[in-house]
């Protein structure tokens, strides 16, 4: 069984978001962009479950300008078999990625596709949903444990929700999304690094695979959230009701 | 205030516990300097309470952010404690040269957050900046994690205020990269641990941030491929190379145990040593393709066993963390005799070895260090402190380093541990110089009596 998983190329997570005085993003230039860490951990999923033996390989997807190969790179360094790269410089939506992926699919045909839950960048929290929705295939969103059953072609997934936990049973094939608590992302290693060198890397356009990206979302603009005030201190139980109702009015 | 002095009075490590009397900590409190007025009126205070202090023969101890590792400001005996932690304003910073004007109380990490802002850095770094101040790094010429690319503080501080035990303020606050006009004095007080004058000001050059961070924690079998991979990364990685820090199994293993959340990117196999390399450029994608190359062929030349490169700024902290926590997780295993010794790079680790022999399983001796300088911090781990496994370890440690014409204090000074102990790397004629000029500059010796010097040549 092939599985395929979405790897987002997005600003570090580690870095501070600046906006850009023109309001039309946020500053992208000079800083460091990484993987979308709900992607490393989609990613980790289908490593293990390789290695465990319940798929034969793991095929890395990324969407957007040259730069994605570094990210794919990144993958197949941790041990992904394959990358694909679909070459596109607009922005990628997440309806977009989700058509992208379906005709992937069909071309690549993988009886598992695991994505992050969402994406550090813009938070949307809808490739996965959408996909599965074009594939007409089960989802297990928001995945805290993921257990594999060749023999009867299904996945038992936990997903974590307001409630606490929810266990469902998918049909394979099936679409999967991960949420931090599915797993802890290896590392890079050398020997890893040096094979990634040799691993293939095939291009795909949004053109070639009969998708039209033309946005139909355009943003308007793009601000801060306004900075934390410092608190007031009150000095009695009367003022504090003052304050809750003609200040804060929430009472 | 009771507190307060409790904590000064207990700061430092639990070797050499310090319970003195104190009976005045005068804190320099300092609002904004905004007028040449206000400014002339704030240096004032040192330098009354120093003039005063001389006049009545009241010694007196500096103090930072009490994070010497060597006793250096502690009080010993009935010093007056003269606390420079409220004078932490930023005074300038010019972005065209990245030198930036601070008061001595600036606790290093503030100063990071501010330059990190400017897009500057500084040029150390530290595991303590959290709570170190940058008059405290001057006053011991602190190494730190950065020195193999950025240099000392006596390169990078281009200038020093500071008040001399009479009261005298020498205003030595250039911000000049070159100004060869007379005996450039500020070198005395860089280093000097707060013996020959109090700095209360200092201007520093600033590198500018650079946008390619990479960090690849390797894994080596012996100690000789470690410093053959230092050899290699100097010229393969030449100029994007900002750290080369080593450290040993045993140290891996206390850092693992003890610090929460701490694992081994090695988990699958045990290594006997672990280089951390760290290098800074302007281009990311050349940057990476410098160290990855370099990276390969150590492996395929066998230098490196095995090895991990951070693909995001969270990895690279973890790596960092292991490094930086070894002392953190020390403290957490019990009691800790700590050194710090620069010794010749193809000998150091035989320190650690033939302490280990004559410990044997009295003792967990581990070893760590800034191995691009050839500084060895050698760190002995009991359960319990003991004047036993001390006389084991003292004077041999000094001994033998003294052999190999090494210095027996790298980067954490001489302070109250070792002031006796100086004869191990200087010469008599250089200390007798060395008291000359102290006598000089501090006649009363008011000046943080007890360290630095030998107590037989300055009593």
């Not at chain 2, 080593?246 to 988990?267: C, I, K, W």
Request: charged share 20%; glycine share 8%; proline share 4%.
């Amino acid at each position: 069984m092939k599985i395929m998983v979405t790897v987002k190329r997005v600003i570090d997570y580690a870095v501070k978001i600046r906006v850009k005085p023109d309001k039309t993003g946020v500053v992208t230039q000079n800083v460091k962009m990484s993987m979308n860490p709900f992607c490393e951990i989609a990613l980790e999923e289908a490593l293990r479950i390789r290695e465990s033996g319940l798929a034969s390989e793991v095929v890395a997807v990324s969407m957007g300008p040259s730069q994605c190969v570094d990210t794919l790179r990144t993958g197949l360094a941790m041990g992904a078999d394959r990358g694909i790269h679909v070459e596109a410089n607009d922005s990628m939506y997440p309806l977009f990625v989700a058509k992208i992926l379906k005709k992937l699919v069909e071309i690549e045909k993988p009886g598992l596709l695991i994505l992050g839950k969402q994406a550090i960048d813009d938070d949307c929290n809808q490739t996965g949903q959408m996909v599965a929705g074009l594939l007409n295939w089960p989802q297990g969103t928001f995945a805290s444990k993921v257990v594999l059953d060749k023999e009867k072609q299904v996945a038992t997934v936990d997903r974590e929700v307001d409630d606490g936990i929810e266990t469902l049973c998918l049909n394979l094939p099936a679409v999967i999304t991960t949420d931090l608590r599915l797993n802890q992302p290896r590392y890079a290693t050398l020997p890893n690094i040096m094979k990634a060198k040799s691993k293939p890397i095939k291009k795909f356009t949004p053109k070639e695979l009969n998708v039209d990206i033309k946005p139909d979302l355009e943003i308007v603009e793009v601000t801060e959230p306004p900075k934390r005030k410092s608190g007031v201190l009150v000095f009695s139980v009367d003022e504090l009701i003052e304050k809750l109702k003609h200040e804060a009015n929430v009472i | 205030m009771m507190m307060m002095l409790d904590t000064l009075r207990r700061f430092w490590g639990r070797k050499m516990l310090y319970r003195m009397k104190i009976s005045l900590v005068l804190q320099i409190l300092i609002g904004c300097i905004n007028t040449k007025a206000q400014a002339n009126s704030f240096y004032n205070h040192v330098s009354q309470i120093l003039k005063y202090c001389n006049s009545r023969c009241l010694a007196v101890v500096p103090q930072g952010g009490n994070t010497g590792l060597v006793g250096g400001s502690v009080p010993v005996f009935d010093e007056v404690i003269v606390s420079l932690s409220s004078m932490n304003n930023i005074i300038s910073f010019d972005k065209v040269s990245g030198i930036l004007v601070c008061e001595a109380g600036c606790i290093l990490e503030n100063i990071m957050s501010f330059l990190d802002n400017e897009g500057f850095i500084m040029p150390l770094d530290l595991g303590a900046k959290g709570s170190c101040q940058i008059g405290g790094n001057v006053s011991t010429n602190a190494g730190g994690l950065r020195l193999v690319r950025y240099g000392s503080l006596h390169g990078n501080v281009l200038g020093v205020e500071a008040v001399l035990a009479n009261g005298t303020v020498l205003d030595m606050l250039k911000t000049l990269r070159k100004d060869n006009t007379g005996y450039d004095l500020k070198h005395l007080f860089i280093g000097s641990e707060g013996s020959l004058g109090i700095v209360t000001k200092v201007s520093i050059l600033t590198p500018p941030k650079l946008s390619s961070v990479n960090v690849a924690l390797l894994a080596c079998k012996d100690y000789s491929c470690c410093q053959k991979l230092l050899q290699e990364a100097k010229r393969k990685l030449g100029e994007i190379l900002s750290a080369f820090e080593f450290l040993d199994g045993q140290s891996m293993d206390l850092v693992t145990n003890h610090l929460e959340g701490a694992r081994n990117p090695f988990s699958t196999s045990h290594h006997n040593f672990y280089v951390l390399i760290e290098t800074t450029g302007s281009d990311e994608s050349s940057d990476k393709q410098k160290l990855e190359a370099f990276l390969l062929g150590s492996m395929e030349n066998e230098l490196i066993a095995d090895g991990v490169l951070a693909q995001d700024i969270n990895q690279a902290s973890t790596f960092w963390r292991i490094r930086e926590g070894i002392s953190e997780a020390l403290m957490k295993a019990g009691a800790v005799y700590k050194y710090d010794v620069s010794i010749p790079v193809e000998n150091l680790y035989n320190l650690v070895e033939e302490m280990r022999s004559r410990l044997g399983d009295a003792a967990n001796v581990i070893g760590y260090g800034h191995l691009g300088d050839g500084n060895l911090h050698l760190n002995v781990s009991v359960s319990q402190y003991d004047e036993k496994i001390l006389s084991q370890i003292e004077p041999f440690v000094y001994e033998w380093t003294s052999k190999k014409r090494g210095s027996i204090s790298a980067e954490h000074g001489v302070g109250l541990m070792k002031a006796n102990e100086i004869f191990y790397s200087q010469s008599h004629e250089t200390v007798q110089m060395m008291a000359s000029i102290k006598n000089l500059m501090d006649p009363n010796h008011i000046l943080n009596p007890y360290k630095v010097l030998p107590h037989s040549i300055t009593s």
